[in-house]
């Protein structure tokens, strides 16, 4: 089995006045290649801060976290964004697609920072699986909720990332646009064979990947495998 | 780079006419810069084109006294072309109206102006007014005292009849005479003035032309030495010296209109630089986004690096047709202070030269704010409240940058306003005062954070917080306006002090005075 992400001994303090606050204490994980995996835990548990670091966003104050084989503490800021464009796709809670840039535009970006030819046609195209067909030329304040979200799973799809973070995806739509882009979400990533990571509150949405850490205060306190997972 | 070239054109949507507004303030500044340096070009031009006008002749000798006999020898062997003129002050009367002004006098034998023509209404009156008991008079006291030509002017014991408008003597401003308002009468007129009596302020004066080309400079020194004994008070004057002496307030007037230009210039970038801060500020998390897709620091500093000097050029052309526009309006605005005319139309390579300046020097100041781009952190996608800090890569950048614009400060001062020393004073002294201005803004924030009474109100306390919470424009508000304040108040100051040069050549020439 290979191992798209291998989190070992994570920890992660900020400096709060005079004293030093550890968010993450000793994390170690391994995610499969082409499996889910959700991060739950409440608010403050350090969710976020894990998947930033994972993603390399971040650099932790001690341990290891090797993406797709690499060993991110070695590499610098922008070595880490080269790895993020060839491997990583993210989705975020409130969508971040660039204002300025048209939804077409937003989706193509990932695939015109690799350098390649067509992107604007192959996201039309994607915009078209995601049911946004009709939208390409709207920007991201003519768009609703669902379909920002939905733009930026296509955004997050189009290169054919090896990882995909998502955090919290549904964090900020309603259950009904929520429950849709969710499937969105997880019927692409069957159809791509992409290795999910995924931070939520919602155990529903969790109990739809094929693993759930659960984080408490930074420590990892339940990793679980989930037998009706992804299948679901 | 095509990629970046298209971000830069995508990103800048919604934004432009905030864009085209940040543009204003480098615009005004190369405005003023292009119309300031073509005036000056122009000035330049036509004192060394208009030389021999300045002075109407090849030599002047001027004195206090009546030349003495060997003085009126030696004039006598030197050949050419010779006239007198007389000058003195007296206040003259207009019988029509009654009016009475003072006016300087000047007695003219001979056919003075060698050089240039005085410009009368009518225009044969120049030449005629020589031959009878005619006077010229200057157009002011004829428009002041609603007097015309064919009126009478009582000089003195004589009554000329006023034979025209003296519009313009060659190498005298409007404004000159202004102040002392010349009227011209035929020296055989004279003495029967009685206005050349003991204790008199008289100037006597002979001018020369002459047709071969020697040298006037070397026989003005020796006018003067051999004179020395008889004629103390005698000064020889050549168009070389007046040109020399006139170059020289030009070249002060030059700094000056220059360090105008350059103040004009630098309160353009300071509102450029405040502008990029704003704009990049708002554009962070954008930044943010794309660097969590992969984009590289530099990548992304590119995109805000181009609009930035899209913004300089843009702003540079539109400052230079607008200087070329004041440049066209110019002389009629300052015709009544420039002796002689000035041809002031607009030159390409002094645009070219606006736009290559405010384009460098909008990117030199844009720079420091934009430096937050590379620093900004992908961590701010998924945390808006993340402020990055600054890496040590780019601390050292930061610090290039600034050297940068130091020296690219101290080269623009130093292109125009001439001198070295001033160029690093003046740095010097923004450096200082920009130093100062950031401590006063640090000053203020801890000090209302610290001493803000608790018993104000509560739009007075959320008023007064403001100057210290988060994302505030303290720092940034007080060194824009400091700093323009203290640009115009440099400005200011040196218009109200001139050098000792300035106030010698000033004492001089009535032309330079009004200069």
Redesign the interface.
């Known amino acids: 089995m290979t191992y798209v992400l291998d989190v070992r001994d994570l920890t992660h303090k900020y400096r709060s006045g005079e004293r030093d606050l550890t968010v993450l204490a000793d994390v170690t994980f391994r995610v499969a290649s082409g499996t889910s995996c959700a991060i739950v835990g409440p608010s403050g548990s350090g969710k ?1 801060t894990l ?2 670091l994972c ?1 390399g ?2 650099r932790a104050s001690s341990g290891t976290v090797i993406l797709n084989g690499q060993p991110l503490e070695g590499l610098d ?2 070595e880490r ?2 790895l ?3 491997s ?1 796709g ?1 989705v ?3 969508f ?6 048209s939804a077409v ?1 937003n989706v193509s ?2 695939l ?4 390649e030819s067509g992107a604007r046609d192959r996201a039309a195209e994607l915009l078209g699986r995601v049911g946004l067909g009709d939208r390409l030329d709207h920007y991201p304040v003519q768009l609703s909720g669902g379909e920002q979200q939905r733009v930026g799973l296509a ?1 997050a799809f189009i290169h054919g990332p090896t990882i995909l973070f998502a ?1 919290e995806p549904t964090g900020n739509l309603d259950a009904d646009t929520g429950g849709s882009v969710e499937d969105l979400l997880f019927d692409l990533n069957r159809e791509t064979g992409t290795t999910l990571v995924l931070v939520t509150h919602d155990v529903e949405l969790a109990g739809r990947c094929s693993r759930m850490i659960r984080l408490r205060a930074g420590i990892v306190v339940e990793d679980c495998q989930q037998v009706d997972g992804a299948s679901r | 780079m095509l990629w970046v070239l298209l971000m830069a054109w995508r990103d800048s949507r919604g934004f432009r006419h905030r864009l085209l507004l940040y543009t204003s303030a480098i615009a005004i500044g190369i405005a003023a810069l292009t119309s300031l340096r073509g005036l000056s070009h122009a000035m330049k031009e036509g004192v060394a084109q208009q030389a021999s006008e300045l002075l109407g002749a090849d030599l002047e000798v001027e004195s206090k006294q009546p030349f003495s006999a060997a003085a009126e020898s030696l004039f006598d062997s030197l050949g050419g072309q010779r006239a007198n003129m007389v000058e003195t002050y007296s206040m003259v009367l207009l019988p029509k109206s009654g009016g009475t002004r003072l006016c300087e006098i000047r007695a003219i034998g001979g056919d003075w102006p060698f050089y240039g023509e005085l410009l009368t209404d009518p225009p044969e009156a120049a030449a005629e007014f020589r031959q009878h008991r005619d006077a010229l008079v200057d157009n002011g006291i004829l428009l002041q005292y609603e007097a015309a030509v064919g009126d009478s002017i009582k000089i003195g014991r004589v009554t000329f009849r006023i034979a025209g408008r003296l519009l313009g003597i060659p190498g005298e401003t409007a404004v000159r005479t202004d102040i002392r308002p010349p009227v011209l009468i035929p020296m055989s007129f004279l003495a029967q003035t009685e206005l050349v009596q003991y204790g008199s302020r008289v100037e006597y004066k002979a001018l020369f032309q002459f047709e071969d080309t020697r040298d006037t400079e070397s026989l003005a020194e020796r006018i003067e030495a051999d004179l020395q004994g008889e004629d103390s008070d005698i000064d020889a004057d050549t168009a070389r010296d007046r040109q020399q002496r006139l170059g020289r307030t030009i070249r002060n007037l030059d700094r000056f209109l220059g360090l105008g230009g350059f103040i004009a210039l630098l309160l353009g970038a300071v509102g450029v630089a405040s502008a990029i801060h704003a704009y990049i500020q708002q554009k962070l998390e954008s930044v943010a986004i794309l660097r969590s897709l992969g984009a590289t620091g530099n990548q992304a500093l590119w995109i805000y690096l181009l609009q930035a000097g899209a913004l300089g050029f843009i702003g540079s052309a539109a400052g230079a047709l607008a200087g070329a526009g004041v440049l066209l309006a110019l002389p009629a605005m300052i015709a009544d202070f420039l002796p002689g005319t000035v041809d002031v139309s607009p030159r390409f390579t002094t645009a070219l030269e606006g736009i290559g300046i405010g384009t460098a020097i909008a990117l030199l100041f844009a720079a420091r704010p934009l430096l937050a781009v590379r620093s900004a952190s992908p961590l701010l996608a998924i945390r808006v409240s993340y402020e990055s800090g600054v890496r040590s890569g780019d601390r050292v950048l930061r610090g290039l940058v600034l050297l940068a614009t130091g020296v690219g400060t101290f080269l623009l001062a130093r292109l125009l306003a001439g001198r070295p020393d001033h160029a690093l004073f003046f740095t010097i002294g923004t450096a200082v005062a920009l130093t100062l201005l950031a401590l006063s803004a640090h000053l203020l924030r801890s000090s209302v954070r610290r001493f803000s009474p608790r018993s104000f109100s509560y739009v007075k306390r959320q008023g007064l917080a403001n100057l210290y919470r988060p994302h505030n424009q303290t720092l940034l508000l007080m060194v824009s306006l400091g700093l323009g304040t203290f640009l115009v108040a440099t400005l200011y100051t040196a218009q109200s002090s001139p050098g000792p040069h300035h106030q010698h050549w000033w004492r001089r020439t009535a032309q330079c005075r009004a200069l």
């Not at chain 1, 971040?96 to 840039?101: A, D, E, H, S, V």
């Not at chain 1, 015109?112 to 350098?115: P, Q, Y």
Request: aromatic share 6%; hydrophobic share 40%.
């Open positions: 976020t998947l930033g993603a966003l971040d800021e922008d964004a080269l993020r464009r060839e990583v993210f975020f809670q409130n971040q697609l660039i204002p300025t840039l535009e970006v990932p015109e920072l690799r350098g955004r955090d």
